[in-house]
């Protein structure tokens, strides 16, 4: 059975690349971001520096995470109707290190101040997500960090103001009742030093994640990395932030060579109360390094462009197959919001073979974590870790592959519009 | 669903109002570092507004399908309350005693007000309150993270501190607003039932002072205690606001014993009660009524007969009586060292294992 379905995504493949072969230019490609060799260490390098001149920049879209629903009422409110934001990303490397630059536009600055008294603030911040296996293009990370065996590594930044904690030590256990301040005066002074010492840098962390709610803090500085973000007024009015973030081509998470890489970035705007699961989102986007010419699976195979596909067909088994479970758009025809992913997002932030994977074998890409408890009566999947897991999609891979083409074709239509 | 459940009942009948719960809480957890805002223990006076600010409208907990449901974030300036100090210092030096803040909202801004027409019908009783450790918290359910985390020895609700990144949507999905975001460490904290204390065989700090004798505290399961008794035996403590889903595990005696109501020419009206059961239903649900019966029956019973156990558990006679912590239940399940204050709550001493969620029943 497995097998069977195997062969028919591997088919399914061949034919896509046949036709990819067939239209040169395809209104589904994907943009590449070229990383520019540098001479000179960027280790250390911020948004400011100089060397950013010598790389071009490539546009991506961002589009609003629509896929869960989250319980925050006012804040669902601000992000209703979201459109994509576009992101303008550079990349260099040094041989050692890769580091990427991003900017898209923000008109507000928004700062988590860490003021006691300011328990509604959210943080301006973005992140850049990179797959710690991307050997076979067919089966990369869900977007949405990660999936079940398919772990990523997120970079994560966010414009907290120094502060005893959040920072980069994550210390919370050493807190002094202010108080009793005439009684430990020399103590108090003592500590200040100890704050001012742990706040050394703002909010950046490194995180693996294997699934909704399994993001976790990389603190025994196995993770070397820096981040950089700074929010610019443009001299014609708008404003926009930029983030870098630096990290070596080599460590234990991620293995970089000199083929190209899938990445992905997020960014928030915290006065629209984002954070978590309120963001935009781009797809997996491919980095290749300029100059190094590779016959590469990845970029060939990665988001093959599907003009053979008919939408309308797509459409029509979108609602046959699809719409009793999932709504998407200004359709809403499943039983519940919360019975399945909502898909009105789905064509900006997926990859056309995790799109034919999750339809053939929606075994495969179960993203664990999915907070069952709160919609007991909707379980996305069932068993666990240890006992393996089963989505509660049954596999449409009784469907021709024309009829998955189309099908992906029409997924691949929903998204937001641009900003 | 935890193994056993830790449960508190409040007897409103006896609640003065006093604070010193309040005080209890407030001086042992949250009087520093970003929690100066907090009552993890608050007391409010019903009809109110409440702490924070209309609290019961403010979303969360989950619908009769059980599906969570969305819910409003509070902000301090606005719905919980600026803390303000006085410069009590100075006045000796000759100056005004001034706040330091402008003092614009607190925690028990409407405190006895009440409502209703003074002198003839006017009513108003005090509820206090603390995280519910609910069975199927909704705090839990709406954590992205996985951080929040009931633990199976005693279904106390914790939030793992070192998982939580500020996200606050637990705050939106508690239909108590129990859950506190603290802005100095852009993580949220909440009442951790005084479990340094139960794990040493002592009640929570707020049931420890509280010179009313109110509360009660033990296991649901364990059939000796006074907690099993009022609510499961004798059915009269019953859980606020079940109706939101969450089964909250503190139960209260409701109120039965008020003054009469006047008539327009000031006499009382005999048999009368300032309390309108509708808005007990509305707090407690239609098992309201059952629960004042027996109240009322039993009352009768003492007074008639002398006798009534229901009527000696509430009297709360003893302290060891009242906290029934299972003696050793803890002691036995692991080494009982005390850690530094502060320290002790970021991981429970004997938290074991926890259940992430259930999947209901």
Redo the contacts between chains.
Sequence with gaps: MMSNSTKSIKKLVAVSLAASAICATSAFASPVIKAYQVNGDIKNIGVESSSWSKAKETEILAYPQTTIHLNDKKANELNDGNKAKKIKVKALTDGQNIAFKIEWADKTESIQSGNAIKNTEFADGFAVQFATKYDDPLKLPYIGMGSQDRPVMVYLQKAVAKLFEPNGNGEVTMQVNRANAPKFEKDLERFDIDVAHLARKSYQKAFVAEGFGSMTEIKDKSSDFLMDMKFKKKLFGGSNWEGSVVRPLNDTYVKIYNDPIPVAFAVWDGDKMNRDGLKHLSTWIIVEFDGVVSDDKLKKEFDKPLENANLKNGEELTKANCSSCHNYGAVHEAASAYMAPNLSNIGGYSTTPYLIESITQPHNVIVPGYNANAHTNFAWYYGDKESGMTSAMPAFDYLSEQEILDIVGYLKTLKAEVE | MSKRQLAMVMDLNKCIGCQTCTVACKTQWT????R??MYWNNVETYPGTGYPKNWMEL??GFDA?????????P???AD?G?PWDYNFDKVGAGEQLTPNVEPTWGPNWDEDEGTGDFPNDNYFFYIPRICNHCT?PGC???????AIFKRDLDGVVLVD???C?????CI??CPYKKV??N?????TEKCIFCFPRIEQGLPPACAQQCVGRIRFVGFLDDVNSQVHQLVHKYKVALPLRADRGTSPNVYYIPPTETPPKFDAEGNVIEGSNRIPVEELEKLFGSEVNGAIKTLKSEMAKRKETGKSELMDLLIAYSHSEMFRLDNNYYKKEGSNKLAPV??RY?SGKHTQRISR????N
């Design positions: 009087n520093r570092n970003g100066e805002y979303g969360g399908a059980g599906d969570l449901q969305d819910g409003i974030i902000n301090i300036e919980y600026v199927n839990l359910s709406s954590c992205p993270r996985d501190l070192d998982r990144q500020g996200y606050r949507y939106a999905g506190y975001f802005p100095k460490l852009s993580k502060d320290n970021l969620f259930s999947r209901g």
